[in-house]
């Protein structure tokens, strides 16, 4: 696998830490009930297909993406960025 | 047919031509009292629970493909009841027992091997660790040793002891832990439930779970709409895609895990041995391969094979342990799905439906769990209460926060195990 770093370019897997579903961009606000907390933390949709996921460039820019792949293929097809990188460039 | 010593003597000299198939091959019926979806180590396992412990043999077990084709067909095959906490621990003992009686039961050889098992430390705390962990699994009754670093050269002379980066201090020694064949396990099971007059439908995908007024009455499947009162589910890594169907989303994340298998040599490696400081374990199938593995590729997949960094980290770790190794040539590597849950232990439960129970989160330690994962559903779904060994194995635990069981102590989220 090979993801395209916006910042980078195309870089090697073992560059980047896989940090799970994309689901963690959307943090409920802390008062929402136990539910929501609950879905955000523990409960996945888990598809056996397209998915949106966060990974870190750590051996790179140091910046969280957010990537397009495919978990049945591992075909990846678009990555974003999440954050600026941690120093310098804003 | 019943297997014997003196059948396989006469079977032989007669030319091995009265062997019969091991199963039926029956066509679905429209109804049944349980279905159990998923045939794998444990859906078998509970089918045959559900006939030998609790009377239900109008029971059919569906699998999308052939029997055994998901991980019970896939998996390094270790054996062990090494667990620390309170819920795993007193469910993993119950299962070592199982194993030790098995082969008798199914009346099938599983090949279960009581070959030991030996788990090396390298650091005086990873010692401290191993003896607490000795401590409580002969607190639950099982057996384990901890032995120094001379004790362990003695059983395993082959091992780098002065690794500069990584010495061996010494080892947890567990004499009943072992391994199995393991497509003879998924086999032993079919077998037995078939006799007693379980349906085993193969190339029979689930699609649908029809649910009435909070009750589940079927399903659907690619040969039609079965009925039944009771469903269980038991797909491991397809977990999310099959309670999908009755609106659930589970606190599942589907991962790959990789293992490896070595061309056939002579007897080299007697036990099972796991390294302390990277991810590799390694035993010696009958066949003479060298079946090793490490740890996940860790991110979501359903790929059923993984990428070359973890091949190349097991491998290198592998090398440290035991150099002799880099002669041997790897012939084959795959992977499986694995019901990934967030604190690493499963879950065995009813679902918010009636007549729906969940059996999923077996991480990659669910060969060992085969017959008391099948004996605990069985006892689920026949008396809709938990079996004593099986109550901490709650799905509202990640909700509540309360019971959960985090062996490795890194939290209770995804991706930490
Ligand atoms: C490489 C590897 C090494 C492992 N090593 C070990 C080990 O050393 N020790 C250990 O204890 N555990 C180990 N495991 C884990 C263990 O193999 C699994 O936890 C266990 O096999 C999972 O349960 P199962 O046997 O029921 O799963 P499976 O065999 O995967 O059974 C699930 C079945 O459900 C079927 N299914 C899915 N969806 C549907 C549907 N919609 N309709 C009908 N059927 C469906 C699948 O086709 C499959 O046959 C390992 C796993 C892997 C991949
Ligand atoms: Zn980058």
Known sequence: MRITCPNCGQRDLREFTYMGHAVALNRPAADADLAQWDDYLHNRDNPAGPTDELWYHGAGCTAWLKVRRDTVTHVISDAWLVMPPSKGVK | ?417
Request: glycine share 14%; hydrophobic share 35%.
């Open chain 2, 1 to 417: 047919m019943r297997f014997s010593g003196l059948r396989v003597i006469t079977e032989a000299l007669r030319g091995n031509k009265s062997w019969t198939p091991h199963w039926r091959n029956p066509e679905p019926k429209a109804h049944y009292d349980a279905i159990v979806i998923g045939g794998g180590g444990h859906g078998l396992a509970t089918a045959f629970y559900l006939a030998e412990n609790h009377g239900l043999r109008n029971v059919a077990v569906l699998e999308k493909g052939y029997l055994g084709s998901g991980n019970i067909g896939r998996n390094t095959t270790i054996v062990r009841a090494n667990y620390g906490l309170p819920g795993n621990s007193e469910f993993y003992s119950h299962s070592l027992k199982l194993w030790e009686g098995m082969e008798g039961a199914l009346n099938y050889n599983v090949m279960h091997s009581q070959r030991g098992i030996i788990n090396l430390f390298h650091s005086d705390g990873q010692r401290d660790a191993y003896a607490r962990r000795g401590n409580a699994m002969i607190n639950q009754g099982d057996d384990a040793f901890l032995l120094d670093r001379e004790g362990v050269r003695k059983i395993l002379p082959y091992l780098d002891f002065d690794n500069t980066r990584f010495p061996i201090y010494g080892g947890l020694y567990h004499p009943r832990g072992g391994t199995a064949r393991h497509d003879a396990v998924a086999w032993g099971y079919a077998r037995g439930a078939d006799k007693r007059g379980v349906d085993l439908i193969q190339n029979c995908e689930v699609t649908g779970i029809d649910v009435d007024n909070g009750k589940v009455v079927g399903v659907q499947t690619t040969r039609g709409a079965i009925r039944a009162p009771k469903v269980g589910i038991v797909v491991a890594g397809r977990s999310s895609q099959v309670a999908a169907m009755a609106g659930m989303r589970l606190p599942i994340e589907s991962h790959i895990l990789q293992a490896f298998v070595t061309e056939g040599l002579k007897p080299v490696i007697d036990h099972v041995v796991t390294f302390g400081a990277g991810h590799f374990y390694i035993s010696q199938s009958d066949k003479g391969g060298l079946v090793f593995g490490g740890d996940l590729d860790y991110y979501a997949s359903y790929a059923q094979r993984g990428n070359l960094p973890i091949a190349e980290h097991v491998i290198e770790a592998g090398m440290t342990l035991m150099p002799m190794i880099g002669k041997a040539k790897l012939l084959r590597s795959w992977g499986g799905i694995m019901d990934m849950s967030p604190d690493g232990s499963p879950i065995i439960d009813k679902t918010h439906i009636d007549g729906l129970y969940l059996n999923c989160g077996w991480c990659y330690g669910g060969f060992k769990a085969v017959p008391a994962s099948g004996w605990c559903m069985a006892h689920l779904m026949a008396t809709d209460t938990p079996h004593e060994v099986a109550r901490g194995y709650r799905l509202d635990r990640f909700a509540t926060g309360r019971g959960l069981m985090d062996e490795e102590g890194t939290g209770s989220q995804h991706n930490l195990h």
